[in-house]
């Protein structure tokens, strides 16, 4: 079954505070008369999603937040122009052999197969996560507590903090990111640069001139 969006661009499926539920067997697709942001968004749920394919987002594939803890297996998430998954406050979602790819591949606005924002705690498992993110950034991109862009900059990067350089371990661990190395395919975000002081330029001296004759 074809679930297409409905007029209003919101989430094609938007499930709060559901429980005990089970999303199986469907295909959440852009139409060109009813743009969606959203093809599935779990807040604060624990339900059951497999075998779906989502395709065309714009924001992203699937939006999870509010402390979700939903188990997605065996689905799609495919040419979604967004981030194929964002999961967001705190959420504790399982993603369990599932395809993610080819999300994020605007060269002008990249975005990774897998977001996870701060205080989030996925689990991802046997899940196949590559040619994301105009298909050279990360596949999947686990921000910090304090954002990154917030925090002191110093010469050198700072290495992560302990629960963000476990999370990052286990998902390059237990997933596969195509030809792409895992310690490239899942990373923070890159730190901002390091602005050096600028040397006052001493002003050069003219040249004296030679008072001897030739």
């Known amino acids: ?7 209003g661009g919101g989430p094609v499926v938007d499930a ?5 539920a089970r999303l199986a ?5 852009a139409a060109s008369e009813n743009p969606y942001t959203v ?7 624990a339900i059951e999603v497999e075998n779906v394919e989502i395709t065309g987002a714009p924001s992203a594939g699937i939006e999870i937040s509010g402390g979700d803890r939903s188990v997605l297996r065996l689905n799609d998430i495919h040419d979604n122009p967004g981030a194929g998954v964002r999961i ?26 897998v977001e996870i924002g701060p205080g989030s705690r996925p689990q991802l498992i046997e899940n196949r996560i590559e040619d994301n993110n105009a298909a050279k950034g990360p596949q999947v991109l686990v921000l910090s507590a304090t ?12 290495p992560p903090k302990p629960e963000k350089a476990e999370l990052i371990a286990e998902i390059a661990r237990r997933n596969t990111f195509g030809a792409q190395p895992a310690a490239q395919a899942v990373r923070g975000p ?9 040397k006052p330029v001493k002003p050069v001296k003219p040249g004296r001139r030679s008072s001897r004759s030739h």
């Not at 093809?39 to 749920?45: A, D, E, V």
């Not at 890159?190 to 600028?198: G, I, V």
């Open 16 to 20: 709060r505070a559901v429980r005990g």
């Open 88 to 113: 967001l406050e705190g959420s504790v979602p399982q993603l369990v052999q599932n395809a993610i790819r080819a999300n994020g591949k605007s060269a002008a606005a990249p975005q990774p197969g």
């Open 190 to 198: 890159d730190p901002a640069p390091t602005l050096q002081p600028t």
């Open 1 to 7: 079954a074809v679930l297409l969006p409905s007029p």
């Open 147 to 158: 954002p990154d862009s917030q925090a002191p900059q110093a010469s050198t990067p700072a």
């Open 39 to 45: 093809g599935l968004r779990l807040s604060g749920s």
């Open 25 to 29: 067997g469907f295909l959440i697709q």
